[in-house]
């Protein structure tokens, strides 16, 4: 994670000019015990599992990785990006391993069979329409927890 005081002059000023819609604050499902909930990650970190079609500049879509899957790729490009956390360990930027540890432990219910990466930095509102799709999808897989993992 960068500092402001550590990003350049033009990084500040693209982040500080994002127009960021508001949302609404209602969660879709009724809060129960953790130890009930199944949990799912959505990262932004331009994950994909290798042969997927990589995450283009602003991509809008996402890639799905299913629990079993290790052997990720990252197509996350930025000057201001460093890399080294997710070479040595995948749980920097996507805990699966320890969702599953509290899955084991009983701490959570369950873990999701699917997880989601966007890429980070592209506008939300052209996001929207894949976002909701990934919504019906952790629905199916009865998901009831995000772990969300800004990168």
Do not use: C
Request: proline share 7%; charged share 25%; aromatic share 8%.
């Amino acid at each position: 994670m960068y500092r402001t005081e550590e990003m350049s002059a033009q990084a500040i000023e693209m982040m500080n000019s994002l127009d960021l819609p508001s949302f609404d604050d209602h969660p879709f499902v009724a809060p129960k015990p953790l130890d009930q909930r199944r949990v799912a990650i959505i990262s932004s970190a331009g994950l994909h599992r290798r042969g997927d079609r990589p995450f283009g500049w602003a991509a809008r879509d996402y890639r799905t990785i299913p629990i079993q899957e290790r052997a990720l790729v990252m197509s996350h490009v930025s000057v201001d990006f460093d890399r080294t956390g997710f070479e040595q360990d995948l749980n920097t930027i996507f805990p699966i391993e320890r969702l599953e540890e509290l899955a084991d432990a009983g701490v959570i219910g369950s873990v999701g069979r699917t997880h989601y990466s966007f890429m980070g930095g592209t506008d939300p509102l052209e996001m929207e329409p894949y976002a909701r799709k990934v919504v019906g999808n952790l629905r199916e897989d009865e998901v009831d927890t995000l772990l969300l993992v800004p990168i």
